[in-house]
């Protein structure tokens, strides 16, 4: 077996550091970010950024980031040598629709599905900070023949906890981008219940102790709002296909949380933001609402110190933040301070 993954980012330098250890010479990996590449090299691994010098691969994994519409996808199908007999899993996340235009690109390349190559979509669900990898969670897969499904089975069985087959592959689609539209809902939902508490003088922590001393109910927490990349891009691929108000609603409820956070905090302030990661327990500052808001109140003519428990003063500082460890705290007098966790609540 040669196995080849296609997009050495947050997911598949995962994926493909879990499969070097359990088939030892056989994975390669493949990215078209040079930089990327070179600095997987330079600590051993074997990566490329070299279609051409990708032949006799036996099984592709693909997670690549999607592109709003799945063009890094069909941007790395278009350089694939793709031999027959080939097993090829999309595991990105894709805007519903994506599969029949990818079954139609590898027609149109004379491959017939189930029979000279076998295409499947086994969409990624891990949860980073949760999962120590990308097969700790159950998975879906979804193909347009049986024959395709079967060759999907036989890799995927021994290395994922369930496998949990569909026999229509715009479920296996639409089940990633509901899942994580469903997880927006709910905090949108919670994001609106807080500031009604907040409006009340109800303390919000309370009621989730309350709401959630029930199995079957989650009333979640706030943030900063909804980031990191997937959530707001799978509700934009939902919203597409699919246009609804509550989806729309959900949307509009975020925007309203987000600027009420800073609308509370007015201008000419000195603010201590605590919390800048994308999430809780993540060191990423990509997509992070976190970061948005201090840019948005810096627009807004306040000072913003930041700390964050999971990056050095130094770190912030690369980064273009002002780290509140560089200063001493007591010369910063009148200071807002906003925590994540209670980012409507200003003390
Ligand atoms: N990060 C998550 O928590 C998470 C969870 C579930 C699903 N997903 C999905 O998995 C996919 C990948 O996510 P990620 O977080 O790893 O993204 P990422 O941005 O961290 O990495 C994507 C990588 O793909 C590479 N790439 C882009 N076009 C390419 C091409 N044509 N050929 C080869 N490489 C290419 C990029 O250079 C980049 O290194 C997305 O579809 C995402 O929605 C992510």
């Not at 032949?55 to 592109?67: D, F, N, Y």
């Not at 891009?233 to 939902?238: A, E, I, T, V, W």
């Not at 808001?293 to 306040?302: I, K």
Request: charged share 25%; with cysteine.
């Amino acid at each position: 077996m040669k196995i080849c993954v296609v997009g050495l980012g947050n997911i598949g330098f995962n994926l493909f550091t879990y499969l070097s250890h359990k088939f030892p010479g056989e994975v390669i990996g493949v990215d078209v970010n040079e930089s990327r590449v070179s600095e997987l090299r330079s600590k051993g691994y074997r990566v490329t950024s070299d279609y051409r010098a990708l032949t006799g691969i036996k099984v592709w994994l693909m997670a690549p980031s999607t592109g709003n519409q799945g063009q890094n996808l069909f941007a790395a199908l278009k350089q694939m040598i793709i031999f027959p007999g080939s097993l090829i899993s999309i595991e990105s996340t894709l805007p519903p629709g994506t599969m029949r235009r990818v079954r139609e690109f590898l027609e149109g390349k004379g491959f017939e599905l189930g029979t000279d190559i076998f295409v499947i979509h086994v969409p990624h669900r891990v949860m980073f900070g949760v999962d120590k990898t990308v097969c700790d969670t159950p998975r879906v897969m979804g193909a347009f023949t049986k024959a395709c499904l079967e060759k999907g089975r036989q890799f995927y069985v021994p290395l994922v906890p369930l496998l949990v087959e569909v026999s229509d592959v715009r479920i296996a689609e639409l089940s990633k981008v509901v899942e994580n539209v469903k997880r927006y809902i709910d905090i949108a939902f919670a994001q609106e219940i807080y500031g009604y508490c907040v409006t009340q003088g109800m303390d919000y922590d309370d009621l989730r102790m309350a709401v959630n001393s029930k199995s079957n109910v989650e009333l979640l927490g706030t943030d900063w709002g909804i980031g990191g990349e997937c959530l707001p891009k799978d509700m934009s691929f939902l919203r597409t296909v699919c246009p609804s108000t509550l989806l729309e609603g959900a949307e509009q409820a975020d925007q309203d949380y987000r600027d009420r956070i800073v609308n509370q905090v007015g201008s000419g302030k000195e603010v201590l933001v605590r919390g800048l990661s994308y999430k809780t327990g993540v060191k990423d500052l990509k997509h992070s609402r976190g970061v948005d808001l201090v840019r948005a109140l810096e627009a807004t003519g306040n000072t913003v110190w930041v700390e964050d428990p999971l990056f050095s003063s130094a770190e912030l500082s690369g980064a273009g933040f002002n780290s509140i460890n560089e200063v001493d705290q007591d010369q910063v007098v009148d200071r807002l301070v906003l925590d994540r966790q209670k980012a409507l609540d200003i003390k």
